[in-house]
């Protein structure tokens, strides 16, 4: 029955949020840090960013470490086996190598031998981007549990020269188990993506891939870091997460008052009270971490999901709204009740 897509009961599946996790790394750069790297203030960041700090993977800490140790405290909370994972997507833009994917290293870390794994390449939305795809897979009856990763490890691919990029970046990990489940209205309520190549240039990073190939001098050495066009994405991206906002409230014919929290992708403090209050959402119903963790691109979301969770601000039945932006253009949402 539940392998078969086309039955009443299948069409009802949701896929529930039955336990998420989160892993940062231990070391810490404050924005003092910075000023002793490039020409900065604490001041400059903190008025244009809201960022006083971010943590940095050290020796032996990868995407893929990160990555494990979240999923584990996932499975922690949703009281699962490893071996009852089915699907294991991680969305990342700092994969553990060029091959073989992330999401099998972390399934061999974490022992779940029944699930298949990929990566997803969406930068900061792969989380969301993930959480869609999985949706589909369990509300089609297909597969019964997935697990969820954002994970990145941005400090390795950061310039630490350029001013304008270095202070915004840190790393990190989040994970969300997710079930196949048929009581009600729980679970992923609606999902929406977009994307737009034409705007590649706005954030990137372009070496080692098949266009500047291993081997090959680079024109630029700087090409090998991370590269943003910070105010272009800046204002693009509060207009399309206010598009998005109001698309899922719509579909989902809720009003603002409805959303319990809303969790946008974490690029900076002052893009996030814009958009808020574009939305009419109050303090209370916005969630910011950004202060902590700085931008940890497809991390940014499942991290603060779990924070939410485990500090008790939300509870059973609530209604999330989570927002990304990010390179490629990327841009989705996901409106969820747990
Ligand atoms: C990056 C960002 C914080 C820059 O803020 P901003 O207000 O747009 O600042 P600007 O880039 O216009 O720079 C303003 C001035 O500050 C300077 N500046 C840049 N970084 C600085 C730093 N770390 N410390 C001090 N001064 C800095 C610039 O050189 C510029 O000086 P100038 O006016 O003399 O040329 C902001 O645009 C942003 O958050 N953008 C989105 C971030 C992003 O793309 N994230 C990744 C995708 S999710």
């Given at each position: 029955?539940?392998?078969?897509?086309?039955?009443?009961?299948?069409?009802?599946?949701?896929?529930?949020?039955?336990?998420?996790?989160?892993?940062?790394?231990?070391?810490?750069?404050?924005?003092?840090?910075?000023?002793?790297?490039?020409?900065?203030?604490?001041?400059?960041?903190?008025?244009?960013?809201?960022?006083?700090?971010?943590?940095?993977?050290?020796?032996?800490?990868?995407?893929?470490?990160?990555?494990?140790?979240?999923?584990?405290?996932?499975?922690?909370?949703?009281?699962?086996?490893?071996?009852?994972?089915?699907?294991?997507?991680?969305?990342?833009?700092?994969?553990?190598?060029?091959f073989p994917s992330?999401?099998?290293?972390?399934?061999?870390?974490?022992?779940?031998?029944?699930?298949?794994?990929?990566?997803?390449?969406?930068?900061?939305?792969?989380?969301?981007?993930?959480?869609?795809?999985?949706?589909?897979?369990?509300?089609?009856?297909?597969?019964?549990?997935?697990?969820?990763?954002?994970?990145?490890?941005?400090?390795?691919?950061?310039?630490?020269?350029?001013?304008g990029s270095c202070?915004?970046?840190?790393?990190?990990?989040?994970?969300?188990?997710?079930?196949?489940?048929?009581?009600?209205?729980?679970?992923?309520?609606?999902?929406?993506?977009?994307?737009?190549?034409?705007?590649?240039?706005?954030?990137?990073?372009?070496?080692?891939g098949s266009r500047?190939?291993?081997?090959?001098?680079?024109?630029?050495?700087?090409?090998?870091?991370?590269?943003?066009?910070?105010?272009?994405?800046?204002?693009?991206?509060?207009?399309?997460?206010?598009?998005?906002?109001?698309?899922?409230?719509?579909?989902?014919?809720?009003?603002?008052?409805?959303?319990?929290?809303?969790?946008?992708?974490?690029?900076?403090?002052?893009?996030?009270?814009?958009?808020?209050?574009?939305?009419?959402?109050?303090?209370?119903?916005?969630?910011?971490?950004?202060?902590?963790?700085?931008?940890?691109?497809?991390?940014?979301?499942?991290?603060?999901?779990?924070?939410?969770?485990?500090?008790?601000?939300?509870?059973?039945?609530?209604?999330?709204?989570?927002?990304?932006?990010?390179?490629?253009?990327?841009?989705?949402?996901?409106?969820?009740?747990?």
């Amino acid at each position: 029955m539940v392998n078969n897509p086309t039955t009443k009961q299948a069409r009802r599946l949701r896929a529930l949020i039955a336990g998420t996790g989160s892993c940062v790394p231990d070391k810490i750069l404050t924005n003092e840090d910075f000023t002793k790297i490039v020409e900065t203030s604490d001041e400059w960041i903190t008025t244009r960013t809201g960022i006083k700090t971010r943590h940095i993977a050290g020796d032996g800490e990868t995407t893929a470490t990160l990555s494990a140790e979240a999923a584990r405290r996932a499975l922690k909370q949703a009281g699962m086996a490893p071996e009852e994972l089915e699907l294991i997507i991680v969305g990342t833009v700092t994969p553990e190598m060029v091959f073989p994917s992330t999401a099998c290293f972390v399934q061999d870390m974490i022992g779940a031998c029944n699930a298949w794994a990929f990566d997803l390449s969406a930068a900061c939305s792969g989380f969301v981007y993930g959480l869609s795809i999985a949706q589909q897979f369990l509300s089609s009856g297909r597969y019964r549990t997935a697990l969820v990763i954002g994970a990145e490890t941005l400090s390795r691919i950061t310039n630490y020269k350029d001013r304008g990029s270095c202070i915004l970046f840190g790393d990190g990990a989040g994970a969300a188990v997710l079930k196949a489940s048929d009581s009600g209205s729980m679970g992923v309520m609606y999902s929406t993506s977009f994307s737009d190549g034409s705007r590649w240039e706005a954030l990137k990073c372009q070496a080692y891939g098949s266009r500047n190939p291993v081997g090959v001098p680079l024109e630029n050495p700087d090409l090998v870091y991370m590269d943003i066009n910070g105010r272009e994405v800046y204002q693009t991206a509060v207009r399309r997460i206010v598009e998005l906002a109001k698309e899922c409230l719509e579909k989902c014919d809720l009003q603002v008052e409805d959303i319990a929290m809303f969790i946008p992708h974490q690029m900076n403090a002052r893009i996030i009270e814009s958009v808020g209050k574009r939305l009419n959402f109050t303090d209370d119903r916005i969630f910011i971490n950004i202060d902590k963790y700085g931008n940890t691109s497809a991390a940014s979301i499942p991290i603060a999901l779990d924070e939410c969770l485990r500090s008790g601000k939300l509870k059973s039945g609530d209604i999330v709204l989570l927002i990304a932006f990010g390179g490629g253009l990327t841009w989705g949402a996901n409106v969820i009740q747990l």
